[in-house]
């Protein structure tokens, strides 16, 4: 999955602690969605944004959970209070323009998030 | 909200056989997409779909944009070890930029 870079690869926190996940787009691209995968599940959607705007978070839990997409470095994922249910798989996905207009959305290698 | 039922859940097939699956789903899409997950990685586009009744290739990889803009098939000619994996269908509606996911196939190649 060149292109897309995600970091940390995976992540460790306690109950009660903060977990920010950071997401660099592809090259060129504008627009930036997280998606969230339990196991042996597939992906599901939680925020789109653009530079500076976040477009859509229907996906996103009301509390704990916070997305932004500065002028200035990477998308980040915010998660505060983790509890036990976040652990889970982390995707970040990019793509040059609306999804809808030929811009398919690539994908980064995911964040695994761990809950002790 | 919308679904993609995604079949079947899992397959077993022998080296050089020929694989389908598919997504089916009571709501309309205005694109497909078909990606590979490996254990450990995000997914990687395979093949994406825009117009109904689109049929396209990868390689070894055919899918279809169902005529009733409600479902689409994967096709994998040939199978051979390294296709071993998830494969996702995922497609957007008109209004949503997000994607909506199947549940996966799990698919694995026997020597």
């Known amino acids: 999955n060149a292109g897309v870079m995600q970091n940390p690869r995976h992540l460790v926190r306690r109950r009660g602690q903060e977990a920010r996940l950071r997401c660099s787009p592809m090259?060129?691209?504008?627009?930036v969605y997280w998606y969230r995968q339990l196991p042996e599940e597939g992906l599901k959607f939680m925020v789109y944004?653009?530079?500076?705007?976040?477009?859509?978070e229907s996906g996103m839990p009301k509390e704990r959970f916070s997305a932004e997409f500065p002028k200035e470095g990477p998308s980040i994922l915010r998660i505060q209070q983790v509890v036990r249910g976040d652990s889970a798989a982390y995707f970040c996905?990019?793509?040059?323009?609306?999804?809808?207009?030929?811009?398919?959305?690539?994908f980064g290698d995911g964040t695994r998030l761990s809950i002790l | 909200g919308q679904q993609l039922n995604q079949s079947p859940q899992s397959m077993f097939i022998q080296e050089g056989e020929d694989v389908s699956m598919n997504c089916t789903s009571s709501?309309?899409?205005?694109?497909w997409l078909w990606y590979k997950q490996d254990p450990g990685e995000g997914p990687v586009l395979l093949i994406a779909?825009?117009?109904?009744?689109e049929l396209t290739s990868n390689g070894r990889l055919t899918a279809q944009f169902g005529i009733t803009r409600k479902d689409s098939f994967l096709n994998i000619s040939a199978s051979i070890p390294s296709d071993v994996g998830i494969y996702f269908c995922?497609?957007?509606?008109?209004?949503?930029?997000?994607?909506?996911f199947g549940s996966g196939t799990q698919l694995t190649v026997l020597p």
């Open positions: 995922a497609a957007t509606s008109g209004s949503a930029r997000q994607l909506t």
């Open positions: 090259k060129g691209h504008s627009h």
């Open positions: 709501s309309i899409f205005n694109t």
């Open positions: 944004l653009q530079k500076e705007n976040i477009i859509d």
């Open positions: 779909l825009y117009k109904a009744g």
């Open positions: 996905a990019s793509s040059p323009q609306r999804s809808t207009d030929r811009g398919p959305q690539h």
